[in-house]
T-cell receptor, first 112, second 116 residues
Framework: KAGVTQTPRYLIKTRGQQVTLSCSPI?????VSWYQQTPGQGLQFLFE???????NKGNFPGRFSGRQFSNSRSEMNVSTLELGDSALYLC???????????FGQGTRLTVV | AQKVTQAQTEISVVEKEDVTLDCVYE???????LFWYKQPPSGELVFLIR??????QNEISGRYSWNFQKSTSSFNFTITASQVVDSAVYFC?????????????FGRGTSLIVHP
């Protein structure tokens, strides 16, 4: 069974640009969550999608947005990139009703 | 608000030593879940164990064991006879129900370095 797949693995962007990250959950998992990991703030929850609807949202500015498609794949978008957005972005998926989440390898975003 | 504290930022041991990673949590809920995840250099968070608030039984899985004590709000993780492959960052996490789902709050992680 394939795990959570995130693409791309690495990205370098310039300040002011926007970026889209992609996440394919484990087959059959309908919940997808996104996390930002930085040395300074640790692992922080961004948002969770379930059945194409945002179910929960963390405390991030509106520049961070996401969506989920009917096949449960999810994308995350960050607009007007700032240097502080440099981080490892992790995606996780869960089965319906499950508690534990399974994570992908992440996308490492560097903003220069 | 829920909170998870992993006071040990980094632990360095020599192979075959036993090591315990500490985790202390705060929550007002009576129903919650605790987790441990391992993050190797590749970046992926690997799920290790889940415990619910009503199950205080300790668990052993091979060289890994977990000690959950509600009285001290702790969920500690012990690796017996550590190996170089155990080198990673280990995260403790706490989940309460939020908006119909369980969203984990993570501790800051403990970096474990096992020297040969």
């Amino acid at each position: 069974k394939a795990g959570v797949t995130q693409t791309p693995r690495y990205l370098i962007k310039t300040r002011g640009q926007q970026v889209t990250l992609s996440c394919s959950p484990i087959s059959g998992h309908r919940s997808v969550s996104w996390y930002q990991q930085t040395p300074g703030q640790g692992l922080q929850f961004l948002f969770e999608y379930f059945s194409e609807t945002q179910r929960n949202k963390g405390n991030f500015p509106g520049r961070f947005s996401g969506r989920q498609f009917s096949n449960s794949r999810s994308e995350m978008n960050v607009s007007t990139l700032e240097l502080g957005d440099s981080a490892l972005y992790l995606c996780a998926s869960k089965r319906t009703g499950a508690v534990e989440a399974f994570f992908g390898q992440g996308t490492r975003l560097t903003v220069v | 608000a829920q909170k998870v504290t992993q006071a040990q930022t980094e632990i360095s041991v020599v192979e075959k030593e036993d090591v315990t990673l500490d985790c202390v949590y705060e929550t007002r809920d009576t129903t919650y879940y605790l987790f441990w995840y391992k993050q190797p250099p590749s970046g992926e968070l690997v799920f290790l164990i889940r415990r619910n608030s009503f199950d205080e039984q300790n668990e052993i899985s091979g060289r890994y064991s977990w000690n959950f004590q509600k009285s001290t709000s702790s969920f500690n993780f012990t690796i017996t006879a550590s190996q170089v492959v155990d080198s990673a960052v280990y995260f403790c996490a706490l989940s309460e129900v939020t908006g119909g789902s369980y969203i984990p709050t993570f501790g800051r992680g403990t970096s474990l370095i096992v020297h040969p």
